[in-house]
């Protein structure tokens, strides 16, 4: 018998998130974002999805992170601030 390999929707539902008020990402110019950045990659290059192009704005959805921490090395104008949640915040991955 095979087992089918796991989706990532799948992977990503096993992951439990204890989410801070406070975000750990930072844009530090949203405005950059839209008038200077060709391609936005941080839309494309994050495995959760965190940000979102909005009409006039991309949007961060920190709840979610996974803290691999793609997004800073994939911003090409160095735009995003990115540092680990507090203490005993962020993702908890289940394995198994």
């Given at each position: 018998?095979?087992?089918?390999p796991?989706?990532?929707?799948?992977?990503?539902?096993?992951?439990?998130?204890?989410?801070?008020?406070?975000?750990?990402?930072?844009?530090?110019?949203?405005?950059?974002?839209?008038?200077?950045?060709?391609?936005?990659?941080?839309?494309?290059?994050?495995?959760?999805n965190?940000?979102?192009?909005?009409?006039?704005?991309i949007?961060?959805?920190?709840?979610?992170?996974?803290?691999?921490?793609?997004?800073?090395?994939?911003?090409?104008?160095?735009?995003?601030?990115?540092?680990?949640?507090?203490?005993?915040?962020?993702?908890?991955?289940?394995?198994?």
């Amino acid at each position: 018998m095979t087992t089918k390999p796991m989706k990532i929707e799948d992977k990503l539902f096993l992951d439990r998130f204890k989410v801070d008020t406070e975000s750990h990402l930072r844009l530090v110019d949203g405005e950059k974002c839209v008038k200077e950045c060709e391609g936005q990659p941080c839309l494309y290059l994050c495995p959760a999805n965190v940000y979102r192009l909005e009409v006039d704005r991309i949007s961060v959805n920190y709840e979610g992170c996974l803290e691999c921490g793609s997004c800073r090395i994939a911003c090409p104008l160095l735009n995003i601030e990115w540092r680990f949640p507090k203490g005993g915040f962020g993702i908890a991955h289940k394995f198994g």
